[in-house]
Structure formats: structure tokens, C-alpha cells
């Protein structure tokens, strides 16, 4: 992939460009809890966005995406929210502008081997990587954190997705083998060794195109704010869903609204289980660690409310299906992909049921990833 965005690059600018990769994510468990400062256990993966970059001398970005095949040109000095993939190149620029830091025009073409819209982070990495390539062209010297902190604010600004930091933190933290437990509230972490040969990491697309942006996100993220000014007034020194056990909220389940106990509860349980499922994986217990996906899953869908009929079946069948040891709805929601942990000897007879299976109750075929946990973002040689 990295040999096509050059060749195109060099066709159309006629230079060499430096080339920067930034991957995707799969998140093992710990879902819409990173806006609520709790904790996730996302990894980076091996499939990525490239972005070739040499700086133009003007005060122009002269941009073009193979997987779009669309070519566009964004003034430095009018930067705004524009329609698909180029709000977060134009985002990320912003962002590098709002700190003060000088950046000059560049020719870009942009390509990737990550599905659009299947919930792996494609507009994250696309940030990641291009935040990385100004950053060290015009050498702002920004951390990585700072990149992923851009990618976030781009997402609101831009985008209008008040999502939460984990899938840009991945992008630029992620290690080949090691999964990352971040806690949301000080962004601090630890890799956790996430090195089974004889598991796969499978993918399975619903082929519903989830769509974040499309309020429902904001909801969530509202509903969750609803829940913790509610239980501020007892609880004064709580800052977020986070600051409450299971236990705590319970107490307080007729003061809330139904749907906002429903919500909150989903939430508070999810940090709980992203906790249990780090101290499953340093006992190398796999099958507690699936159980916890499906929990995930359970609540996810009755809970948060942000599965849909695709994934719910797509969990049914790998739910007690010999061989695979936890399934969930994964990411956004609303559709993209379910992530399913299966024991290698059975992934054949796993994907030749799931496929026939899929579709024939929804008429078409489901996408299936075989995903690794592979390196964050970085310069191609
Ligand atoms: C999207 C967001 C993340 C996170 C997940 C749900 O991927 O971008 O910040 O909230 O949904 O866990």
C-alpha cells in the first residue's frame, strides 16, 4: 500500500515524498466509556491509513485520496469543516494553526487498506497520520499524545463527533503484541501483553454503515452528563461515571429517569469489566476474558442501546459456537463490526457458519478482517 500512495504521489507531484502510516484499532472490551473517563483496552492494528507528504513552498494543501479518487485543494488561511475524509486533514491543520505553530503548503495523496465506516477508526488514523507528517516535516515537535488530543478536537470541531480519545490514542500508542489499558481520566497506561498465536482476532462487518456523527453518539454522551448532574447533587466530588460503583449507582436507580439508570448502569459496569478483563489476561485466562465480551455485548445492546439486529445476530451465532470465546459489538456502534476471539483450530468451521448464515438472513455477505495487534503510527521508510 505504501508503494501505491508513492507511485501515485510521484505521478502527480513529481517528487519523492516522505511516507507516514497510521493504523486502525480494535478495542477488546471497554466501550463508550472514554468520554465518560473510564477505562478501554484498545489495539493498534495491522491495517493503516498512508499519507505521502513533501512541503510546496505555497500556502496551499494540494490533497488527493486514492480510495476516493478524489482530488481537492484547502488554502492554509481558510480552514473549515468540509464535506468526507478532507475535514480531518482540514482539522488537523487547524489545530496545528490554533497553537501557533508554522506550517507551510504540502502536497499529499492519501491511501489505506483500513474498510471506511466499519467502526476500525479509518477517520483516527487518517488524523494520526497526517498529524504525524506535518508535525515532523515542518518539525513541531508535538508529543504523541498532543497528535491525539488534535485528532479528538478535530473530530468535534470538524466532524461533529464529541467522541472520546481512545481510537486516536491507539493509532499513535499501539505496540506490535500489547493491547493498551488507558485510563481516560489522566491518560495514563500500560501495555498489556495480548499474544495468542493460536487465537485470531476476527472481524465480522455487518455491512451497516454506522453512522457516529448521526446524533445518536452525542446522545449517549449527553445522557451519560444527564445521569452524573443528577448524582452530583448527592455526590458533590463526582466528576464523571466514573467516580461510581455499580453498587453506589444502585441506590439511586428511582431518582434517575429509566433510560439515563439504563445508560449509566451500562457504563459503570463496563469500567468494572475492562478492570476484570486486564487481570483475566495476566492470568492468561481466555475464556473468563470472552465472558466478559459477551456481558459487554448483552449490555451494549439492552442497556446502551447501540447494537442493532445485524450485530445481536452476528453475536447469536458465535455465542456457544464451539471454539470461539467472546463476541461483541465493537466501536460506535450501531452497525460495523463485531470483534470475535476465536481458537485458530476452529476459525474455518467458525466463518463457514457465519457467512451462509448472515446471509441468508439479511441477503448479503458479511466482510470478515483477520486482525493483529500491531505497531502505532510512524514514518515509512
Ligand atoms: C468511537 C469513538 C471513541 C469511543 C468508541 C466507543 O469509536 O470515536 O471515542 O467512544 O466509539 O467506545
Not at 485520496?65 to 481537492?72: G, I, K, V
Not at 482476532?201 to 454506522?210: A, D, G, K, P, S
Not at 469489566?273 to 445492546?301: P, T
Request: glycine content about 8%; some cysteine; aromatic content about 8%.
Amino acid at each position: 500500500m505504501e508503494n501505491k500512495v508513492r507511485d501515485e504521489f510521484t505521478a502527480r507531484f513529481k517528487k519523492v515524498p516522505k511516507i507516514f502510516a497510521a493504523p486502525g484499532r480494535v478495542n477488546l472490551i471497554g466501550e463508550h466509556t472514554d468520554y465518560n473517563n473510564g477505562f478501554v483496552l484498545p489495539g493498534a492494528i495491522d491495517k493503516k491509513i498512508y499519507v505521502a507528504i513533501a512541503a510546496n513552498g505555497s500556502n496551499l494543501m494540494r490533497l488527493y485520496a486514492c480510495q476516493y479518487d478524489q482530488a481537492l485543494t484547502v488554502d492554509l488561511q481558510n480552514l473549515r469543516p468540509l464535506p468526507g475524509w478532507a475535514t480531518y486533514v482540514a482539522g488537523m491543520a487547524q489545530q496545528i494553526r490554533e497553537r501557533r505553530l508554522d506550517i507551510g503548503g504540502v502536497d499529499v495523496v492519501i491511501g489505506g487498506d483500513i474498510p471506511l465506516g466499519a467502526g476500525m477508526s479509518s477517520s483516527a488514523a487518517l488524523c494520526s497520520a497526517f498529524g504525524l507528517a506535518l508535525d515532523q516535516l515542518f518539525e513541531l515537535e508535538l508529543s504523541r499524545l498532543e497528535l491525539a488530543r488534535m485528532g479528538q478536537q478535530t473530530e468535534h470541531e470538524f466532524a461533529g463527533v464529541n467522541c472520546g480519545i481512545m481510537d486516536e490514542f491507539a493509532s499513535l500508542h499501539g505496540k506490535k503484541g500489547q493491547l493498551i489499558r488507558l485510563d481516560c481520566r489522566n491518560l495514563e497506561f500500560e501495555y498489556v501483553p495480548f499474544d495468542y498465536p493460536d487465537h485470531a482476532i476476527v472481524l465480522v462487518n455487518t455491512m451497516v454503515q454506522h453512522s457516529l456523527a448521526a446524533t445518536e453518539y452525542n446522545t449517549r454522551r449527553k445522557q451519560c452528563e444527564e445521569g452524573v448532574s443528577i448524582l452530583k447533587k448527592r455526590y458533590p466530588e463526582i466528576e464523571s461515571l466514573r467516580d461510581l460503583s455499580f453498587s453506589r449507582l444502585s441506590l439511586h436507580k428511582n431518582e434517575l429517569p429509566p433510560i439515563i439508570f439504563r445508560r449509566c448502569s451500562f457504563v459503570v459496569s463496563e469500567n468494572e469489566r475492562v478492570l476484570r478483563s486486564c487481570e483475566y489476561l495476566r492470568q492468561h485466562d481466555l475464556a473468563a476474558f470472552g465472558e466478559m465480551m459477551l456481558e459487554a455485548h448483552a449490555g451494549l445492546s439492552e442497556l446502551y442501546e447501540i447494537s442493532c439486529t445485524e450485530s445481536d445476530f452476528l453475536v447469536s451465532l458465535a455465542k456457544g459456537f464451539p471454539g470461539v470465546k467472546g463476541a461483541r459489538q465493537m466501536g460506535g456502534g450501531f452497525g460495523g463490526c463485531t470483534i470475535n476471539l476465536v481458537e485458530r483450530p476452529a476459525l474455518e468451521e467458525f466463518l463457514s457458519h457465519v457467512r451462509p448464515a448472515y446471509e441468508s438472513r439479511f441477503n448479503k455477505q458479511p466482510d470478515i478482517y483477520m486482525t493483529a495487534i500491531g505497531e502505532g503510527a510512524e514514518r515509512v521508510e
